[in-house]
């Protein structure tokens, strides 16, 4: 899997987000993770033509999800699954990314909150609404 700092192809990702995108392409893929599976098996649970999943095998092919051998009359597929690598990395290098600016935003926001009543900054705690029909405390005492 690359690093934090490997440089993956823009291309490379598109294709590969692109070709997920499509929902019978990820179950393609989700069959593939079990196994190695021909095209009548991989069509069997959808109601599509051989054409129609053949399309959709030939995008996961193009940008290196899967690829296909020839085992006598068979060509059976199979899911390269390093393929998913750079796509993983990605997502995991900006799930850390955000990860670390919502924890430096819930820091900031602590410290707003139990900062001196004389900061500016302060935000402070919710006052509960007083019972309906009651005025407040501060406009009864008053009366």
Do not use: Y
């Not at 070709?19 to 959808?46: C, H, K, M, Q, S």
């Not at 051998?69 to 799930?95: K, M, S, V, Y």
Request: hydrophobic residues 35%.
């Amino acid at each position: 899997m690359p690093s934090a700092g490997t440089a993956v192809p823009q291309d490379q990702l598109d294709a590969t987000f692109t070709a997920l995108a499509d929902p019978t392409r990820r179950a393609i893929v989700a069959r593939l993770a079990r196994g190695d599976a021909t095209v009548n098996e991989l069509a069997a649970p959808f109601d599509l033509t051989l054409p129609g999943i053949s399309k959709h095998l030939k995008v996961l092919e193009r940008c290196g999800i899967i690829s296909r051998t020839r085992h006598a009359q068979f060509r059976p597929c199979h899911l390269e699954a390093g393929a998913l690598e750079p796509a993983a990395a990605w997502i995991e290098d900006n799930r850390r990314i955000w990860a670390e600016r919502f924890d430096k935003l819930d820091a900031h926001l602590r410290d707003l909150q139990r900062g001196p009543a004389s900061d500016p900054r302060r935000i402070p705690p919710e006052k509960p609404a007083p019972p309906e029909g009651r005025p407040p405390m501060n406009e009864r005492s008053n009366q």
